[in-house]
């Protein structure tokens, strides 16, 4: 069975840093392209990033592209996403995605808070 687990949220003050991961099972991670999504309360889910499968490429949403940055290891079967800079307005849960062909798995999510 596909899984994705997310993990590395939590409580974080303004200006700090927090790298979260996704840590993926039951389908060849090294073949596809990866994303994460948060979602603020009140607020439809967005995409923050992707990488490509190999990790050759990736894109961002421009306001994060300089605080943000998404990274894999093919042989942990993991995505990565470093966020620096933490302010309030990215406090949202956060979403690791595959497209695996025409279908798209999610993880269950993990918790971002930015608060002084």
């Known amino acids: 069975q596909v899984q994705l687990v997310e993990s590395g949220g939590g409580l974080v003050q303004p200006g700090g840093s927090l790298r979260l991961s996704c840590a993926v099972s039951?389908?060849?991670?090294?073949?596809?392209?990866m994303s994460w999504y948060r979602q603020a309360p009140g607020k439809e889910r967005e995409l923050v990033a992707t990488i490509t499968s190999a990790g050759r490429n990736t894109n961002y949403v421009d306001s994060l592209k300089d605080r943000f940055t998404i990274s894999r290891d093919n042989a942990k079967n993991t995505v990565y996403l470093q966020m620096n800079s933490l302010k309030p307005e990215d406090t949202a849960v956060y979403y690791c995605k595959a497209l695996v062909g025409v279908r798209a798995y999610w993880g269950q999510g993990t918790q971002v808070t930015v608060s002084s």
């Open positions: 039951g389908f060849t991670f090294s073949r596809y392209a």
